[in-house]
């Protein structure tokens, strides 16, 4: 409580206007969430209920590279750009977080990997070519790789996500919540396993997360509405999501500040609903 207060005073203003204190107070345990309804409805496995028309979308790192080079690329970009008329927002930790680590990715390791697959291919042809196999097995393994990570094999994957980034700043918001004090609840966060990021070494899911829900927040004061928030990734992390299923800890906080129903969805999903919602 007394780093609230101290918070307090030095940004009265933005906390009154913000929600800022809300978000930070529900964070911190101060106000309580509702952890056990959304634990049923995690174990549960209830279906999607989230729609886009009623829809916040979070944007991560992981999203923004691969949205280029989906298969179903225009269209994600399209509904994201031009059609989606509920808040669309990239975290500003998210912005960081990008160039730290996607962007330097894309442009050296991707194309190590790259090299490593077609060599690892014309092994397996030759092995085939000699009657083993035993390597079939290598030869679908190797197949299923290139299919679940399509973004590393695209010539252009740079230019295309360039474009797809000033695409975005058009229409996105990108919000960053003040850092005073975050790291303290940040510390007792990790060392309870609380998520998001709590299986990271720093705090960047965390500072995500508080930039989103700081974002969306104002926007709610703004008299924007959506009764649902999706995060778009294709993060496979157990701090975030299981499957489909969004932590029951991030859901129950998302309830207790924005009163909005939180969801994960991989860009497969996302295209899929997109196609549901424009026939």
Not at 154 to 175: I, M, S, Y
Not at 250 to 277: G, P, R, Y
Request: overall charge neutral.
């Amino acid at each position: 409580m007394q780093l609230l207060c101290g918070m307090a005073n030095k940004k009265r203003t933005l906390n009154s206007t913000s929600g800022l204190e809300k978000i930070l107070r529900v964070l911190n345990r101060d106000l309580s969430i509702e952890a056990l309804p959304s634990l049923v409805s995690a174990v549960k496995n209830s279906p999607r209920s989230a729609t886009l028309a009623s829809s916040a979308i979070i944007v991560d790192a992981n999203a923004i590279l691969r949205i280029p080079s989906h298969q179903k690329s225009a269209d994600l970009i399209d509904y994201i750009t031009a059609i989606h008329t509920g808040p669309v927002v990239v975290p500003g930790q998210v912005v960081q977080e990008f160039w730290n680590n996607q962007a330097s990715v894309a442009t050296t390791i991707y194309n190590k990997i790259q090299q490593k697959h077609l060599d690892l291919n014309k092994e397996v042809e030759k092995a085939k070519g000699a009657g083993l196999t035993a390597t079939n097995d290598i030869s679908t393994a190797v197949a299923a790789f290139r299919e679940d990570n399509e973004h590393i094999f695209d010539p252009e994957l740079v230019t295309k996500t360039a474009q797809f980034l000033e695409k975005l700043t058009n229409k996105v918001l990108v919000p960053y919540a003040p850092r005073t004090g975050l790291d303290t609840i940040a510390a007792y966060r990790k060392l309870s396993k609380t998520p998001p990021g709590f299986k990271d070494d720093g705090d960047g899911d965390f500072l995500v997360w508080v930039d989103a829900l700081f974002g969306l927040f104002r926007e709610r004061l703004k008299g924007r509405n959506f009764s649902s928030v999706i995060l778009l990734s294709n993060d496979k992390k157990i701090d975030w999501c299981r499957g489909h299923v969004a932590h029951p800890i991030l859901h129950a906080e998302m309830k207790a500040i924005l009163t909005a129903h939180f969801e994960v969805w991989t860009l497969d999903n996302f295209a899929e609903k997109i196609q549901e919602f424009v026939s």
